[in-house]
């Protein structure tokens, strides 16, 4: 699969039953359909079985960040501030096939969630430990 991004090849990151696609050039992270929800699960968080769905439902954000198209099916992914201080843009697959994020912006939502930083936290589930270790060399988003 192809970063939807920088266009560089991605590698999959396997850890309890969530893979992850991962650009190791832009640091961005691809979760496939229903990937984000046990991830959600994983660290506690409610229901997220609604996740994708109201990130589809939100209105599109107003940005001059690049277009970006679904690493599966090809179409023009919709961009949908969600999160509070900082807000994150994530691109969404209109299909559902998916959410990108750019490289930092999973952190932000580990914080976010957690109210705690991405890393070095003792109150994590493994599952957020390992994506948080994984990608902490991912702290400035790219545009």
Same mark, same amino acid.
């Given at each position: ?16 039953? @969530?893979?992850? $696609?991962?650009?190791? *050039?832009?640091? #961005?992270? !691809? +979760? %496939?359909? /229903? &990937?984000?929800?046990?991830?959600? =699960? ?45 807000? @994150?843009?994530? $691109?969404?697959?209109? *299909?559902?096939? #998916?959410? !990108? +994020? %750019?490289? /930092? &912006?999973?952190?932000?939502?580990? =914080? ?32």
């Amino acid at each position: 699969m192809f970063c939807p991004s920088c266009k560089h090849s991605m590698i999959v990151v396997e850890h309890h039953r @969530i893979e992850l $696609d991962y650009c190791p *050039r832009c640091h #961005g992270v !691809w +979760f %496939d359909n /229903g &990937e984000i929800e046990l991830w959600l =699960k994983s660290m506690g968080s409610q229901d997220g079985s609604h996740f994708v769905g109201d990130i589809l439902k939100a209105p599109e954000a107003e940005t001059d960040e690049k277009e970006r198209k679904c690493p599966v099916c090809h179409q023009r992914m919709k961009k949908v501030t969600m999160g509070r201080e900082p807000p @994150i843009l994530v $691109d969404a697959c209109p *299909r559902g096939n #998916g959410l !990108w +994020f %750019d490289g /930092g &912006e999973l952190s932000h939502l580990v =914080k976010q969630i957690t109210g705690k930083p991405a890393v070095g936290t003792d109150a994590q589930t493994p599952v957020a430990a390992f994506l948080a270790e994984v990608f902490q060399g991912a702290d400035s988003p790219k545009g």
